[in-house]
């Protein structure tokens, strides 16, 4: 057990190992330029940490080795620490969302178990106050390995209420790592922003585990349409259904289309009872190569789904790689859905060396066939944590270290067909260490929320630096309002790149005329949208004022739930502001900004319904003006000062 004292709060750091650790011994000390180098040892190991620390983040660094040099077995490397319930309101981590987004967790639960490793999450736990502030920060830099996040807002056994009790540990589930090295940082932050913090440990990240990653291609920020509701059902979809959508699309501004789960399956079988052959169901789309030149002649890029890892009963893939396939003896589930263990047997293993060649290969084999120009891998998160037990071999201690070694391999082979092909990944398998995998993040299911859209979004935001992030695909019914569609799409342009899944043939041209001045906007606008600077104004539920600070403009999303009062950044000399409140009107005060401001005023459908002109007193600037919902409010400054 090693000790450590950072920002006031007492850590406990133990390992648990084959051959035993005993008591470590403190053999040298050294502090240098807020660097602390430190050297244990006891019987049978050397232990060296190295401690970093500014005012808001610290960083311990550290090597494990056998003094005779030999590998050893990690059966658990832990960190403990209680923090005062002084101004403790909320925790996060980043799946802190169950049953694909659908059912949010109360901001403080009284306990919090959670399960992570490289297709799962990152291991990361924050506890913040009511206004998103950081008490305390605690995570892993290495992302691959399995990890437990465990939090009591009490303590047991006597139940007291003055401290939250915070672990993480690694690995669990009966796995064991082998190493001759066991390497590794711990990250600690406390008094940051939550969105600064999450950015300060990818940082960290970055710069420990030497990490960089390729800028995606332009066009994967080109906005997305999807199949998804398009047919009679979700997988109900054909060329001819594909096609009238599509020359529509490409009418409004789409650039790429994404063909989802149903193009290879009989209806109502996509998942998972057909999946893992990913041959394309010739009664739906006779000729999918034929049908990808005529995509592209309309303008669009041509993205397909797929789940790698899934072989469903009634695939030819189930036969051939039936040896390959999981075992585990407890159900690990996700999302909260799964009951039986068997499920899990649709499932390949990835600590299998058929897996390993199979699961690339496939996923590259269908780019090829097809001339893609990406593919959306969907269902990573379900391969299961716990450790395989079936009779196969088994190549990798580690599960999250095998699924890492998976996806590197899908990016690889991937590569190889279509350079810097678009690969999206859903929330739940978005993390800091699968950026080098996926150029593209999506929001997970939630398209008819857009509140939801921008809260999971601004998560997506907060970690996935060099990485496109997509909203889900927002969807409306036909006789929907075109003030709540404008301020969906609003919302969805401010969130991330715009994706949609409405059938474009079953809307009104009014729809379709929305839609195609926000693409606009969206095109006009997108190196600000995308590059500046975001951030969360507000660090409610639903981050509810949204500021993207591209440096030569500001643009601010408001909702109905947003402050009257929004600080920017810099001395303004032209401000957006969306209106997705459910009001007319706008009343928003920008403190310490000065001079005359010419405002004008845009309805849904981007008629200028209104010009004024605003002018600060006392170093604010007050926008009291009458909005459309779902408009939008274009403030130039026309003098110097």
């Given at each position: 057990m090693v000790k450590k004292n950072i920002y006031g709060y007492d850590f406990l750091i133990t390992f648990k190992l084959i051959p035993p650790v005993k008591e470590w011994k403190l053999e040298n000390r050294k502090v240098e330029n807020k660097v602390v180098k430190e050297k244990y040892s006891e019987d049978n190991y050397y232990l060296d940490t190295e401690l970093t620390f500014n005012e808001h983040i610290t960083v311990i660094?550290?090597?494990?080795?056998?003094?005779?040099?030999?590998?050893?077995?990690?059966?658990?490397?832990?960190?403990?620490?209680?923090?005062?319930?002084?101004?403790?309101?909320?925790?996060?981590?980043?799946?802190?969302?169950?049953?694909?987004?659908?059912?949010?967790?109360?901001?403080?639960?009284?306990?919090?178990?959670?399960?992570?490793?490289?297709?799962?999450?990152?291991?990361?736990?924050?506890?913040?106050?009511?206004?998103?502030?950081?008490?305390?920060?605690?995570?892993?830099?290495?992302?691959?390995?399995?990890?437990?996040?465990?939090?009591?807002v009490y303590k047991e056994p006597d139940y007291t209420f003055f401290d939250t009790f915070v672990e993480i540990k690694r690995p669990f589930g009966g796995i064991?790592?082998?190493?001759?090295?066991?390497?590794?940082?711990?990250?600690?932050?406390?008094?940051?922003?939550?969105?600064?913090?999450?950015?300060?440990?990818?940082?960290?990240?970055?710069?420990?585990?030497?990490?960089?990653?390729?800028?995606?291609?332009?066009?994967?920020?080109?906005?997305?349409?999807?199949?998804?509701?398009?047919?009679?059902t979700i997988d109900d979809i054909n060329e001819e259904n594909v096609l009238a959508n599509a020359e529509i699309a490409s009418k409004l501004g789409f650039k790429n289309i994404i063909i989802d789960a149903g193009w290879f399956c009989e209806t109502g079988k996509w998942y998972p009872e057909q999946c893992g052959d990913y041959v394309v169901n010739e009664q739906k789309f006779p000729d999918m190569r034929d049908l990808v030149k005529k995509l592209r002649k309309l303008g669009l890029r041509v993205i397909l789904w797929c789940a790698p890892f899934v072989v469903g009963e009634e695939s030819q893939a189930r036969r051939i790689f039936r040896g390959s396939l999981i075992?585990?003896?407890?159900?690990?589930?996700?999302?909260?859905?799964?009951?039986?263990?068997?499920?899990m047997s649709n499932f390949l293993c990835p600590r299998n060396p058929i897996t390993q060649k199979h699961v690339p290969e496939l996923v590259a084999r269908i780019i090829k066939n097809y001339n893609l120009d990406g593919v959306k891998l969907d269902f990573i998160d379900f391969v299961p944590l716990l450790p395989c037990v079936a009779k196969h071999e088994h190549n990798f201690d580690s599960v999250g270290v095998a699924m890492d070694y998976c996806l590197r391999r899908i990016r690889e082979e991937v590569d190889k067909v279509k350079p810097g092909a678009l690969i999206e990944f859903r929330q739940q398998y978005a993390n800091i260490n699968n950026r080098a995998y996926a150029n593209a993040f999506r929001a997970i299911d939630c398209p008819l929320d857009p509140d939801q859209n921008r809260m999971l979004c601004t998560f997506l935001r907060s970690f996935s630096k060099g990485v496109a992030v997509y909203t889900d695909y927002i969807w409306w019914h036909p006789k929907e309002s075109l003030e709540n569609i404008a301020k969906t799409i609003a919302t969805a342009i401010m969130a991330g790149v715009p994706t949609f899944a409405v059938n474009l043939r079953n809307v009104p041209q009014e729809h379709l005329g929305i839609i195609k001045n926000w693409l606009k906007f969206y095109e006009q606008h997108r190196e600000d949208l995308i590059y500046g600077n975001y951030i969360p104004v507000q660090s409610d539920s639903y981050f509810s004022t949204?500021?993207?600070?591209?440096?030569?403009?500001?643009?601010?999303?408001?909702?109905?739930?947003?402050?009257?009062?929004?600080?920017?950044?810099?001395?303004?000399?032209?401000?957006?502001?969306?209106?997705?409140?459910?009001?007319?009107?706008?009343?928003?005060?920008?403190?310490?900004?000065?001079?005359?401001?010419?405002?004008?005023?845009?309805?849904?459908?981007?008629?200028?319904?209104?010009?004024?002109?605003?002018?600060?007193?006392?170093?604010?600037?007050?926008?009291?003006?009458?909005?459309?919902?779902?408009?939008?409010?274009?403030?130039?400054?026309?003098?110097?000062?």
């Open positions: 660094s550290f090597c494990l080795r056998r003094k005779n040099k030999e590998e050893f077995l990690v059966e658990e490397n832990k960190i403990q620490c209680n923090i005062p319930n002084i101004g403790v309101h909320r925790i996060w981590t980043p799946s802190l969302i169950e049953e694909l987004g659908q059912k949010q967790i109360v901001a403080l639960p009284w306990f919090l178990d959670d399960k992570v490793a490289s297709h799962r999450s990152m291991p990361l736990i924050c506890i913040m106050d009511r206004i998103g502030k950081v008490k305390f920060a605690l995570g892993f830099i290495d992302q691959r390995i399995e990890t437990s996040l465990s939090s009591r064991k790592l082998k190493r001759a090295r066991y390497q590794d940082a711990i990250f600690i932050s406390k008094g940051l922003p939550w969105f600064d913090t999450v950015q300060g440990f990818v940082n960290c990240h970055d710069k420990i585990m030497g990490y960089s990653i390729s800028k995606p291609p332009d066009y994967v920020y080109d906005p997305v349409w999807n199949t998804w509701s398009a047919g009679e075992e585990t003896e407890e159900v690990d589930d996700p999302v909260g859905r799964i009951k039986d263990v068997s499920f949204i500021l993207i600070n591209s440096g030569k403009r500001l643009y601010v999303e408001l909702t109905p739930f947003s402050s009257s009062i929004v600080p920017l950044p810099q001395k303004a000399r032209e401000i957006l502001v969306l209106n997705c409140t459910d009001k007319d009107f706008i009343f928003v005060v920008f403190p310490q900004q000065d001079g005359i401001f010419e405002a004008e005023i845009y309805n849904q459908r981007f008629k200028k319904t209104k010009k004024i002109t605003i002018q600060s007193k006392g170093g604010k600037l007050l926008l009291e003006a009458p909005v459309p919902q779902g408009g939008h409010v274009i403030l130039t400054k026309v003098n110097n000062c």
